[in-house]
């Protein structure tokens, strides 16, 4: 199996340039994705090009990652309905560091064999190129009329939402187109990858080259990822699904995977893995055997969470999965770091106590009914503990004679109080 036949079977080609499978079969060639630095990490929406990437190489290709410094200062208009946000450039350098370290993961950068990998920034080759420089070398050799059929300038330019496309925007498949020259004349790149909505400006590019240097390049695109019920892909009620441990826990990454449906799963699984064709259609058949068990998004979960965050943070999320569930998970619960105790219990109500309370030791039953308002009277409180029903830490209250103490905090801050089998509170201790 090729390289674009791996890509077909796992659903990740949208359009493909005539000729370009037979040069991928020819030789060695060296292709780019182009990331814009607007963060400081990827999300999961650029995993599609990582992916692509990362296939590449491992069937002995060059991959090229292009860091959108200058471009970042543009913004693309690809069927955006707004102008983005301008980055300064120590912003972009910043960014793009913190990027290569979450791209190291999945490309090899380091490897003394001929397809190791490379990171290039536009900025270094365009930071000098003047406007006159660019319209005399560039611009000439692309025509208004081949521009304005572009679909994403033809989309703005139909939009009366908004006041019409703006000339650095209209520009910006010229830059783009720029940026494919260059990396073809340094470094002999032959093709670029992308989005689907990218076509455009990625077709300016080989455009470019064969008129500017009688050059053939090509382009392959990847569909544009969504979710089966209609819903944007990698975005959550709180925003997009980071990389960054930081912007988005382990446990949280580990989730948003786990919760995909049946019909995305058995999509996702193709995409964002490299498990075998044999093995994969082999999961789908058990997963439709058994699909209360849901295989599919539990492989799906741990291979991509084990590839961005590594197994020990796989294991804590996985563990972490099972707390509210799970029985004698108390230990579990002791073990988790802070932001994913958060993020396990995010939403549940908490209370603030002070830390003074502690000291000598207050009764479960003043916690839960007089220092907290979980229980509206603490003659409700003696008979849920009576009745198996009141759990400090995941363990049940077996007398309303205990103490609880600092000794009982996780991560010296936080008593998890469980009211019935499925209410939670956290107790805050300052």
């Not at 659903?11 to 963060?39: C, F, N, R, S, W």
């Not at 660019?134 to 081949?146: A, P, Q, S």
């Not at 494919?180 to 093709?191: D, E, I, S, V």
Request: proline share 3%; glycine share 8%.
């Amino acid at each position: 199996m090729n390289f674009v036949e791996e890509l077909r079977w796992r659903g990740m080609i949208h359009d493909i340039m005539p000729g370009t499978e037979e040069q991928l079969e020819k030789e060695m060639t060296t292709a780019y994705v182009g990331i814009d630095p607007t963060a400081d990490s990827l999300h999961i929406g650029h995993l599609v090009g990582v992916m692509m990437l990362r296939h590449l190489q491992a069937f002995g290709h060059r991959p090229i990652v292009l860091i959108g410094g200058a471009t970042g200062m543009i913004g693309d208009p690809s069927m955006k309905s707004q102008e983005r946000n301008l980055l300064d450039e120590e912003t972009l350098r910043h960014n793009q560091e913190c990027i290569k370290k979450q791209l190291s993961k999945f490309l090899d950068f380091n490897s003394e064999k001929e397809n190791s990998a490379l990171l290039v920034n536009n900025y270094d080759w365009m930071k000098d190129f003047s406007f006159l420089e660019f319209i005399r070398d560039v611009g000439k050799h692309i025509t208004v009329n081949y521009m304005m059929a572009k679909d994403s300038v033809k989309k703005r330019l139909s939009n009366e939402a908004r006041e019409g496309l703006s000339f650095t925007e209209f520009t910006y498949q010229l830059v783009q187109g720029y940026d494919f020259f260059h990396l073809y004349q340094k470094y002999g790149c032959k093709l670029q990858m992308g989005g689907s909505d990218q076509w455009g400006n990625i077709t300016t590019g080989t455009e470019l080259i064969r008129r500017k240097a009688g050059g053939e390049a090509f382009a392959l695109t990847c569909p544009l990822i969504t979710k089966a019920d209609g819903g944007k892909f990698g975005k959550t009620e709180t925003g997009n699904v980071w990389l960054d441990p930081e912007r988005t826990s382990p446990y949280a990454f580990y989730q948003f995977w786990l919760n995909t449906s049946d019909e995305d799963a058995e999509k996702y699984i193709k995409i964002f893995t490299r498990i075998p064709r044999e093995e994969i259609e082999e999961l789908i058949v058990q997963h439709n055997e058994a699909p209360h068990q849901r295989l599919l998004q539990k492989r799906l979960a741990e291979e991509v969470t084990q590839l961005v965050h590594g197994q020990d943070a796989l294991q804590m999320a996985v563990d972490a999965s099972q707390i509210l569930f799970g029985k004698n998970v108390t230990d579990t619960l002791r073990k988790l770091d802070e932001r994913t105790l958060l993020s396990v219990f995010e939403g549940v109500p908490t209370f603030n106590i002070s830390r003074k309370n502690l000291e000598q030791g207050i009764g479960v039953i003043d916690l839960v009914a007089g220092e907290t308002p979980i229980f509206p009277s603490k003659g409700e409180a003696r008979r849920t503990l009576k009745g198996g029903g009141l759990g400090i830490n995941k363990e049940k209250v077996q007398s309303e004679d205990k103490k609880v103490n600092s000794s009982d905090l996780l991560n010296d801050k936080y008593l998890l109080v469980q009211k019935g089998k499925k209410n939670y509170y956290l107790v805050i201790v300052e």
